[in-house]
């Protein structure tokens, strides 16, 4: 789908320069972008925001159980709900989070608002995919 919604540019994350300037991302990667920034900053680490970001990465050392994924599910899905308002349909954002053996499995799936455009993301901590 290619429409000027689309092709809106935004700084890409984490910032890259080359010889043009600053490298963009289109809508679909900077969400995607966003939701990366989530789950692995640490709460704590971003100086005027320090309640944003879930610290995924901080969960190896927790036991992969059922009680961890629901807390997680609940954590990141409050996360996202604030973090991509107004970019996200609302109503589309679904979250799984699931432990599977030595790994915790997350599911991402939404629509983008302005393009109207579904993504699913999947993610393994603690273990490849």
Not at 69 to 74: H, P, Q, R, S
Not at 100 to 111: C, F, H, R, V, W
């Amino acid at each position: 789908m290619s429409t000027q919604l689309n092709k809106h540019d935004f700084l890409r994350f984490p910032l890259k320069v080359a010889a043009g300037g600053g490298v963009t991302s289109d809508r679909r990667q900077h969400v995607r972008e966003q939701i990366e920034q989530i789950l692995f900053t640490n709460p704590g680490e971003r100086w005027f925001r320090p309640e944003f970001g879930i610290g995924v990465r901080a969960l190896i050392f927790e036991p992969n159980n059922q009680s961890l994924a629901e807390v997680t599910n609940k954590r990141l899905t409050a996360a996202l709900i604030d973090a991509l308002k107004g970019e996200v349909l609302p109503q589309s954002l679904d979250v799984s989070v699931e432990p599977d053996g030595e790994k915790l499995i997350i599911t991402i799936a939404y629509t983008l608002a302005a393009i109207n455009h579904s993504e699913k993301l999947r993610f393994a901590e603690g273990g490849a995919l």
